[in-house]
């Protein structure tokens, strides 16, 4: 059983920069995949980006690669995601998951965060 809190969502001017953190309970933290997925109302829940156990592999959504970066410290139980040249378009509830193993898919996450508002202005 792990449990997800997500933070540092917030309100941030275009061109502006973010970094969401996640923290995790348990001690297998380490056994899992962690992901960021984000939700805008009325549509699908998308692919954020991933990292795999060892922090090694990351993977990103087309909208956001070379702009958001994930990372993860298995020591203090929590990934990150900094968010840098935000857009009016990247707005919505960024929510963290654990997965068994990588996926784009938030289907294949097991646990899920609260979720964390960001919005961007124009």
């Known amino acids: 059983q792990v449990q997800l809190v997500e933070s540092g969502g917030g309100l941030v001017q275009a061109g502006g920069s973010l970094r969401l953190s996640c923290a995790a309970s348990?001690?297998?933290?380490?056994?899992?995949?962690m992901g960021w997925f984000r939700q805008a109302p009325g549509k699908e829940r998308d692919f954020v980006a991933a990292?795999?156990?060892?922090?090694?592999?990351?993977y990103y959504g087309d909208s956001v690669k070379g702009r958001f970066t994930i990372s993860r410290d298995n020591a203090k139980n929590t990934v990150y995601l900094q968010m840098n040249s935000l857009k009016p378009e990247d707005t919505a509830v960024y929510y963290c998951?654990?997965?068994?193993?990588?996926?784009?898919?938030?289907?294949?996450?097991?646990?899920w965060g609260q979720g964390t508002q960001v919005t961007v202005s124009p």
């Open positions: 348990g001690r297998t933290f380490g056994s899992y995949a």
């Open positions: 998951a654990a997965a068994g193993t990588y996926s784009r898919d938030y289907r294949w996450y097991d646990y």
């Open positions: 990292i795999r156990l060892s922090g090694y592999y990351t």
